[in-house]
């Protein structure tokens, strides 16, 4: 046997492949999805899948939302943390908001102070709600020592229950004009790829990008390098709070009502987009680019599914088979890195 031409070949191999874009295999995924529910489609449904621009504008502006919470949530996930509450803290994000952008005889007569303001004020308080929110998760797990798993649990439940307090179990709805331009059109697709492009920028190019990965991959070799581990823990957590308070407005802007059992589950659906698009829960790898291609990804199945006709149950267990999946997939690639 001839070593050096199999050693060149394997050489060869190893050479196409590092050629590839880092994103390739994930990117394969999503088309190969794509592709399997257009066959479907024309079988069971007879159909198009992709090639039916209501269906996939719907699917893109139902994924926009998931994808701003989704950027917020790589953030945490590549320092090594992880948060529960994005999806309560966007109920009451967007109520608090919702409240500050009404017109109506009602509105007025109950909160006259509240009504016919400015765009931009709840906009803002919507956002500013979002980052005080984050801001607590992101002081209880840097200098109480809670593990992240227990603060934004415990934000989880909070933020819900603050939501049905601030309502009373109602809806909030009378919206001034203005306010459904975030949520009209293409706009909450805009959005999303701005905040995607800017937190791309920051974390490939900035100071708090090479914070971020350097207390993921070994936070005592980071707090010896001089770095401010608590503080940038805060910040981390408050940006994704800030980052869930503008998907609340977009949201609310969208469907023109807020209530408290908004955002249920989003969450999970932020996580599960995250570790598909190739994100480490264990820390210190991750890729905005990643994780939009698994927002994609996910909203492929959503979409897929409710095209084909079947169950939003089914979607949700198939969500968690690719979850459990995708972890395994990060063990195992994490396993052949430290054996190398």
Known sequence: MNTSSSTGGLSTVQNWKNRLPKDASIISVMIGMALLFELLGWI????????????????????AIIGIIAVGVTQIIIMAGIDLSSGSVLAFTGIVAASL??????????YPALTDMPLFVPIMAGILMGLVMGSINGGLIAYSGIPPFIATLGMLVAARGLARWYTSGSQVSFF????????????PVVIFLSVAIIFHLLLRYTRY????????????????SGIN????KV?????????????????TSRTLTAQSGAGMLYELDAIAAV???????????????????GVCILGIITSGFTFLGIGSFYTNIVKGVIIVAAVVADQYRNKNSDSH
């Open 176 to 187: 001034i004009d203005d306010y459904a331009i975030l949520g009209s059109g293409v706009m």
């Open 229 to 232: 581990i608590k503080a940038h």
């Open 209 to 224: 990008g090479r914070y971020t990965y350097a207390i993921g991959s070994n936070e005592q070799a980071a707090r010896v």
């Open 101 to 110: 952008a009404q017109t109506s005889d009602y509105a007025r007569a109950v």
């Open 235 to 251: 910040l981390v957590y408050t940006l994704a709070g800030g980052l869930y308070g503008l998907a609340a407005v977009v949201e």
């Open 275 to 293: 570790v598909i698009g190739g994100t480490s829960l264990m820390g210190g790898k991750g890729r905005i680019t990643g994780t939009i291609i």
């Open 44 to 63: 069971f449904v007879g159909q198009s899948f992709i090639f039916n621009y209501q269906r996939l504008l719907i699917m893109i502006l139902q994924m």
